[in-house]
């Protein structure tokens, strides 16, 4: 069974910097994609960046120039350094990773369970 379990989320005043972490952990045969979306009150879940293995990236426009995905393949880790960050960030960040679990030939996608992050004054 795979796992993702992610961190860093927290309370800050507009304009400091957070960043979370996403973990995934079990029987990992390959990770093909790594990403981070949000879902803010009332609102869909939305895509904030992904990085996909061969090291493409993309990112939502409203959080392009102040947020950094980026990816330890050694320690099947993604992260998103956000800086800048405005009232409007404020969201529950989910990790999603695209992973091949040993011994099975496709992929599937596996969430964690989410980490909020505050952007108050």
């Known amino acids: 069974q795979v796992r993702l379990v992610e961190s860093g989320g927290g309370l800050v005043q507009p304009g400091e910097s957070l960043r979370l972490s996403c973990a995934a952990s079990?029987?990992?045969?390959?990770?093909?994609?790594m990403g981070w979306y949000r879902q803010a009150p009332g609102k869909e879940r939305e895509l904030v960046a992904t990085?996909?293995?061969?090291?493409?990236?993309n990112y939502a426009d409203s959080v392009k120039g102040r947020f950094t995905i980026s990816r330890d393949n050694a320690k099947n880790t993604v992260y998103l350094q956000m800086n800048s960050l405005k009232p409007e960030d404020t969201a529950v960040y989910y990790c999603?990773?695209?992973?091949?679990?040993?011994?099975?030939?496709?992929?599937?996608?596996?969430w964690g369970q989410g980490t909020l992050v505050t952007v108050s004054s």
């Open positions: 079990g029987s990992i045969a390959s990770i093909n994609a």
């Open positions: 999603k990773a695209v992973v091949r679990p040993v011994g099975r030939w496709s992929y599937l996608e596996v």
């Open positions: 990085i996909i293995s061969g090291g493409s990236i």
